[in-house]
């Protein structure tokens, strides 16, 4: 039984000692957040990212089309977001959705400006 007790305990003493070293090793490194797909999106992502369904939304949020909704450009973006992590798992807020280089980017590939 001592014998039993005596490889728990250093079974026990390598994982403690494991974990902390690769904690350490791992402490000094900061982790990047993902990056927003919205910025590096070609033609077909964008437009897969960017809901059409019942208000053109890139139109609405990139571009300054009038609605007859005056909370269409909320409804875009969180409509923008869900979409991001639907397809991408990473989660966007407000202000990277109306990103000037967001709006540049759909500018860029969407309308060829």
């Known amino acids: 039984m001592r014998r039993l007790w005596t490889l728990i305990v250093a079974f026990v ?40 369904f019942f208000e053109p939304c890139g139109a609405i949020v990139f571009e300054d089309a009038k609605t007859s909704s005056p909370h269409a450009k909320e409804g875009c973006v969180d409509q923008i977001k869900t979409s991001v992590w639907n397809q991408s798992q990473i989660r966007l807020n407000d202000d990277d959705v109306l990103d000037p280089r967001v709006r540049a980017r759909w500018l860029q590939v969407v309308r060829g400006k």
């Open 13 to 52: 003493t390598g994982i403690a000692t494991g974990g902390g070293a690769v904690y350490i090793l791992h402490a000094g490194q900061t982790i990047a957040p993902p990056a927003n797909p919205l910025l590096t999106a070609n033609r077909a992502e964008m437009l897969r990212l960017v809901p059409n």
